[in-house]
């Protein structure tokens, strides 16, 4: 089951021939945080029987960040907002909407949302949204949504993980591929013209929910000393079947997303943010979908996958590199565990400083 834009496409525009601007927010500011802690391949190599090479060919990741002790998702997720607000030059009273997309929470209960307005002194509508890698996708199509449906003033969605607390230090097949990072954006509601999200493309396949798990914690199976002893706090993956899915799911989902934006291909998209998974899927990716690499944003090498962290802090780096301009076409794509995947297609606009600032928590 999906959910797509199936808005049918005015092609009236002989421009564009594009259909309009279905959700008008603008990304006013935009922010990063990450750990000063670095994992490189090398260390890991010392934990597992692994190496350099081996990681690089397999996943083209040479290092990743890891949070010190004492540190959680609310710390990066509060860093990257402070990031972002400053960007968009937005005082907190302005936000009416905070959207924390992470399936690494500080805790069951409250919400980590709960724990960042806190930390911010916010007074706001406030949630978390958990579609892991997919998870900050769902969130930008709700967020929007939101926006503009009850007419907020500015929306604060942040992607943030700490991933490397649920690696099994003796598994070479997930210890290399998880980090932990944070990024945010401030949206705000755009005009009737955009810019804005055109389409998109939201689902599960839930036949490949046991493909990708952290077994214990929740409901079903408490934590106990029978957990803990069996490693099922653990995360758990098939790799070989996650892979093969994972290019198959975002190769249709994009197709869906352009399709309803009444584009019969990518030659119009300007830049496409994946999730960064794997460098290897978004190699597989790129020629199904006529994308050249040129135009594709990866920084997999020194962060790894962070999740629902991970395409806002590469949108963020790929707008401090000046590699978006107002009008272009932006095709976001993540997808993850259960499996979710979410895709957009976004006409860019951006009213922040040019220069948003990818902060680093002290050790």
């Given at each position: 089951m999906?959910?797509?834009?199936?808005?049918?496409?005015?092609?009236?525009?002989?421009?564009?021939?594009?259909?309009?601007?279905?959700?008008?927010?603008?990304?006013?500011?935009?922010?990063?945080?990450?750990?000063?802690?670095r994992i490189t391949n090398d260390d890991?190599?010392?934990?597992?029987?692994?190496?350099?090479?081996?990681?690089?060919?397999?996943?083209?990741?040479?290092?990743?960040?890891?949070?010190?002790?004492?540190?959680?998702?609310?710390?990066?997720?509060?860093?990257a907002s402070l990031a972002?607000?400053?960007?968009?030059?937005?005082d907190r009273s302005e936000i009416d909407l905070l959207v924390v997309t992470t399936c690494t929470p500080d805790q069951p209960l409250p919400s980590t949302?709960?724990?960042?307005?806190?930390?911010?002194?916010l007074r706001c509508a406030a949630f978390d949204l958990s579609a892991a890698c997919a998870g900050w996708v769902y969130g930008l199509v709700n967020a929007g949504a939101m926006l503009s449906a009850a007419g907020g003033r500015a929306a604060l969605l942040i992607g943030a993980e700490v991933l490397t607390r649920w690696m099994d230090p003796t598994d070479?097949?997930?210890?290399?591929l998880f980090g932990d990072g944070g990024a945010a954006a401030v949206l705000r509601p755009a005009g009737p013209h955009g810019p804005g999200l055109i389409s998109w493309d939201l689902g599960v396949d839930a036949t490949a929910t046991e493909l990708l798990k952290v077994p214990a914690g929740g409901s079903r199976l408490p934590a106990s000393a029978a957990t803990l002893a069996a490693g099922d706090h653990y995360m758990k993956m098939e790799g070989r079947e996650v892979f093969r899915r994972a290019v198959r799911a975002v190769e249709a989902s994009c197709r869906a997303t352009l399709a309803s934006a009444g584009l019969p291909d990518a030659s119009q998209v300007t830049l496409f943010v994946p999730h960064q998974a794997n460098a290897r899927i978004v190699d597989a990716l790129l020629p199904r979908l006529g994308i050249p690499v040129e135009r594709t944003v990866l920084n997999i090498d020194r962060f790894g996958n962070t999740s629902a962290a991970s395409i806002p802090l590469a949108l963020c780096e790929a707008v401090a590199e000046?590699?978006?301009?107002?009008?272009?076409?932006?095709?976001?794509?993540?997808?993850?565990?259960?499996?979710?995947?979410?895709?957009?297609?976004?006409?860019?606009?951006?009213?922040?400083s040019g220069h948003p600032e990818l902060v680093t928590l002290p050790a």
């Open positions: 999906t959910l797509v834009d199936r808005t049918p496409v005015d092609a009236s525009d002989p421009i564009t021939a594009l259909a309009p601007v279905r959700l008008a927010v603008s990304f006013a500011g935009l922010g990063g945080a990450v750990p000063a802690g890991l190599a010392r934990m597992v029987d692994t190496t350099d090479s081996w990681i690089v060919e397999r996943t083209g990741i040479r290092e990743r960040r890891s949070v010190a002790p004492g540190q959680a998702t609310s710390d990066l997720a509060v860093a972002a607000m400053a960007d968009a030059g937005t949302a709960s724990l960042v307005a806190r930390e911010l002194g070479r097949g997930t210890l290399p000046g590699r978006l301009r107002q009008g272009d076409l932006v095709l976001l794509a993540g997808f993850g565990a259960g499996m979710t995947w979410a895709t957009a297609l976004v006409r860019w606009g951006y009213d922040g």
